[in-house]
Each structure stands twice: as C-alpha cells, then as structure tokens.
DNA sequence: CATAAGAGTTAAAGCTACTTGAGCTTCAAG
DNA sequence: CTTGAAGCTCAAGTAGCTTTAACTCTTATG
C-alpha cells in the first residue's frame, strides 16, 4: 500500500521538483526521510499527501509561513478549521487587491500600446512623444 | 531653473526612496550625481525626470532590464519609439496571462471559503474535510 | 557659537522562494 | 560491467530592493 517513492517519483506525483523538495525538507516544510544505504531519500504516501497539500497553498499563493501554519492545522487537533478559512478570507482579499492593480496596469499598458500605434508609428527615440509622456509625473500616456 | 535636489527631495518627488535611489545608481540605472563638500548627492530637474520614467516602468511591471533598455532607447536617436511599443505590447501579454491565472486563483479560493462556512464551521483540524480535499490532488475544494 | 535633531554617508547582510552549479556517488538497465 | 540517469551535498545566484550598523553632515534653535 505505501509504495516507496524516490524524491524524482514524489516530484513527478506532486508537481515540485526535487531541489525545491529538498528546499522544504531543509526549512523543515517537509519531515526528514528516511534513507536508502547509498543515501537517497525514501518516501511514502503521507509525504506525497502532504507535499500535495503544501503546493497547492503555494499555488493558492499563500507564502512559505502561512503554509507552515496551515500544515500544523492539519496535524494538530486542538486547532480549528476556522482558523484555515480566515487565512483563505485574507489570501482572497489580497488576491482581489492585486487583481485590481493589474486591471488598472492593463488599460494603462493598453493606452500606451494604442498611443504608440496611433502617433509614434517609427519615429525616432528622443522625439517620440510617448517617452516624454512617460517621464511626466502624474499623467497617463494618453495626455 | 534646475534647483537642487537633495536625495530626500528626490525621493519625495518620484516616489522612490532614498535607498532605492542609491540603489538605482549603484546598478548603473542612475547617474553619479554630484556631490556637495560633505558628500551629499545633488541632483537636478533632469534626474528627477528620469527617475520618474525609471518608476513609471517599474509600476508598469517592466523589470530592471528591461527599463534599461527603455531608457536607452531615450538617450539613443537611433533606436525607434517601436521598441517601446513592441515592449510594452510583451508587458501587456504577461499582465493579461498573470491576470487570467489570479482570476482562476480567486474563483478557487473564493470556493474554498465557501465550503469552510457550509461543512467547516468550527470543526476540528484532522477530522475536516476541506483539509482533506486541500490534499487531495487533481481536484479543487468543492468536491 | 554650541548643540541636537534629522538627513545623509558607506558597505554589507537580509528578504522570498527557490534555482543553478560544481563535483561527486549511487542506482538500474542492458 | 558499463553506462547514463538520477541522486547526493554544499554553496552561490536570482530580483529588487530593504534593513542594519556605525558614522558624518547640515540646519534650526537657544
């Protein structure tokens, strides 16, 4: 039941790579395996499910030590479920703020672009009226 | 006309901070300005300029390359306001492709929330099912 | 004119979350 | 037994600054 995994097949399984798995193991994310004779690591099934759980928070784009909590939510009972959503509410609302400044980033991005076609098609570096539009403090490009 | 700035001024003025500022020098993004007797840094209006354009493409999410690149295209009479277009055009690409990934991040997280109301509420850390489906792979939270 | 606060100076280390590289060993297939 | 892939360790590198330590300079006030 509990093959026994090399850190290239828990890679391959859980979606990280092995330098980023020995990474965790050396923060202390990941418990210290066991070891062969020659030296390399041995995993297990639990190790898969918990680095499973460890890259998705990662990809939920929560950083390093909300993980480490997150982790030790799941290992420790007296600690509520709660506790994961309330950090999954803050993730959610930093996620919106950024999404939010990319939106703004985009039409400005998208300004500039249109600006560029519209009024410097090939002209020179130091007349393009774009640049200066750009070294102007407190405006867009679209003056 | 060109009053001197202080490294302070400078900061206030472009939104920069002092340690950027020489930070911004020290990676050659900057000139070496002046100095006074004492050893402080005098900048003029033409740094405060260019620090602002050096700011404005960061906050557009050009990285430190290529906002060298930018700026030379400024100095340069010989390079085309295209290459800005064409680098701006690339900047919006990954903005979109970055946006479109938080989107998905959102509606996951958002889901994740949700679930922790409805099953979660207050239950303990190893018997929660949210927590379970975090570790379970291929799958999002709402199973 | 003295002094104290605030602003400036330097070089170096710290930050996140890994990735890359060097140099070597072990394992699995043929 | 050979060979090539995969694993090992330790150290350094990445981006883009920020922070720290230990000083020095400028300026406003008494």
Do not use: N, W
């Amino acid at each position: 039941m509990d093959r026994a995994l090399s850190i290239g097949a828990l890679a391959r399984h859980s979606g990280a790579t092995p330098p980023t798995i020995r990474y965790y193991e050396q923060i202390g994310l990941l418990r210290r395996p066991d070891r062969r004779d020659g030296g390399h690591r041995v995993y297990g099934e639990a190790d898969l499910k918990r680095l499973t759980f460890i890259r998705r928070c990662r990809d939920f784009g929560f950083p390093i030590e909300q993980v480490r909590d997150l982790v030790s939510v799941i290992e420790d009972a007296d600690r509520s479920c709660t506790e994961v959503r309330d950090l999954a509410r803050d993730q959610l609302a930093s996620v919106r703020a950024r999404m939010t400044e990319l939106r703004e980033l985009e039409a400005s991005l998208g300004l500039l672009v249109a600006d560029c076609e519209a009024r410097c098609a090939g002209g020179p570096g130091p007349d393009c009226v774009i640049l200066e539009d750009l070294a102007a403090p407190g405006r867009c490009c679209a003056g």
